[in-house]
């Protein structure tokens, strides 16, 4: 079965062949190519986008294609001449199945107006990652009104603030939404990403598949014995979806009782930035830091490739994921596969991941207080909190496993492939 892959950015695997910069997200996706790597069942191809050239372009790396279609335009605009390029490709690679994942992008959209003109809409497949309709709902969440609507000195000149941010993500949800309203096969893992698409394509098929983690989070085990006692590990900040202005505000509660405490956060310092790029966002939690006489107590750590980010959570205390919106966050599932001991704001998916006070700890989103006081529940816990990450742990090696993972989503492309095939033979009888 000839399947192709529409993904959101360069992965690694071709990264490093063509000298390109690979995301550090979507590591899921790197994760399930390991999986089916081995199985012989499926000839996969990979489409990409790239700006190495203004043409498409094809290498093969260890038995895959990867289709570098040019991107010359932001990736959050839709590109009306997308469309073309997308039937051009699949005129030539014929694939059986056609599997896009996420829905994000507006490349999405055009790959299925690509699929509707080469009359393949029917073996088109969409794997939800977040649903940045829904996201930007719950974008400015627990800001304050001051935050939302201010501006800095980059903000005036880009004319931009935290409340146009928000609806430009709806404006990208726009595409996103049309994109699911004509798919007919959809692929989740969690009660929330089930129930928003069913809302918008309540005819589409939708099957249930797990992910599968990069492969060096399945080698390790964290031990409290190992660790940086009372560090925090905090793995995304660079918008307000991710709550890091939560996990400043609860962390001087922490600090009352453990004045050595650290917060580590991956990624660039966007506190940091000179006046002229500070955004809004950033300001505020500079603000944060600097008014609660946090800055001995917040480490940023810059971009963490997959053996760095693996690194820094078996060395912290415990992994903190203060989101206003998830699915269900790899991040999370990466800690809890390492056994660190997790808490994670009830959002989204989450609870789909991790069973509250027996695997981890939920909180109530908006209540960093509340954040606190699971944060000292697992410093207090010393060596015990290893009971909690080995459960963690078990659970997250089943959600996880990559064979049956893998096994899978092969069963839904054969299951997608057959109705198909059904389909046509019953119109030329």
């Not at 078990?394 to 389909?423: G, M």
Request: aromatic share 10%.
């Amino acid at each position: 079965m000839k399947v192709m892959w529409l993904v959101n950015f360069v992965i690694p695997t071709v990264a490093e062949k063509t000298n390109s910069t690979a995301t550090v997200n979507e590591g899921w996706i790197s994760g399930m190519l390991n999986a089916l790597a081995t199985k012989s069942d499926v000839i996969l191809s990979i489409c990409y986008p790239q700006n190495l050239q203004n043409n498409v372009r094809n290498d093969f790396i260890q038995g895959v294609e990867y289709i570098g279609y040019t991107q010359t335009k932001d990736a959050r605009r839709y590109d009306p001449q997308l469309k073309n390029v997308f039937a051009e490709i699949l005129k030539r690679e014929k694939p059986d199945i056609v599997h896009l994942m996420g829905t994000e992008f507006p490349h999405c959209y055009s790959m299925v107006e690509a699929c509707i003109q080469e009359k393949i809409i029917s073996k088109t497949v969409v794997s939800i990652q977040g649903l940045v309709s829904v996201y930007s709902t719950h974008y400015l969440n627990a800001l304050p009104v001051n935050i939302v609507y201010g501006r800095t000195i980059r903000d005036w000149l880009k004319n931009e603030n935290q409340y146009k941010a928000a609806n430009k993500l709806k404006e990208r949800g726009k595409y996103e939404e049309k994109a699911i309203a004509l798919i007919p096969n959809v692929i989740g893992r969690t009660d929330w990403d089930e129930a928003c698409t069913r809302q918008l394509s309540p005819s589409a098929r939708y099957y249930v598949n797990n992910e599968v983690l990069r492969n060096s989070f399945y080698e390790d085990e964290w031990r409290y014995e190992n660790c940086e006692k009372h560090s925090i590990f905090f793995s995304q900040a660079t918008t307000p979806i991710k709550g890091l202005h939560i996990m400043l505000r609860a962390l001087p509660l922490i600090k009352n009782k453990y004045p050595d405490v650290k917060l580590y956060v991956a990624g660039t310092n966007i506190t940091e930035f000179p006046f002229y790029k500070i955004s809004s966002y950033g300001k505020y939690l500079r603000n944060l830091v600097y008014n609660q006489d946090l800055y001995n107590n917040v480490v940023f750590t810059g971009p963490l490739v997959e053996k760095e980010m693996k690194k820094r959570f078996l060395q912290s205390n415990v992994f903190v994921s203060a989101s206003m919106i998830e699915n269900s966050p790899n991040s999370v599932g990466e800690a809890m596969i390492l056994g660190l001991p997790c808490i994670t704001s009830d959002v989204g998916g989450v609870k789909n991941l991790l069973e509250h006070g027996k695997e981890g700890y939920i909180y109530q989103a908006d209540a960093p207080y509340m954040l606190a006081y699971y944060i000292d529940k697992v410093f207090e816990m010393r060596e015990n909190a290893e009971i909690l990450g080995q459960t963690a742990r078990a659970h997250a090696q089943k959600t996880h496993n990559r064979i049956i993972n893998a096994e899978k989503l092969i069963d839904i492309y054969e299951d997608i492939h057959n109705e198909n095939t059904k389909y046509y033979a019953q119109n030329d009888r």
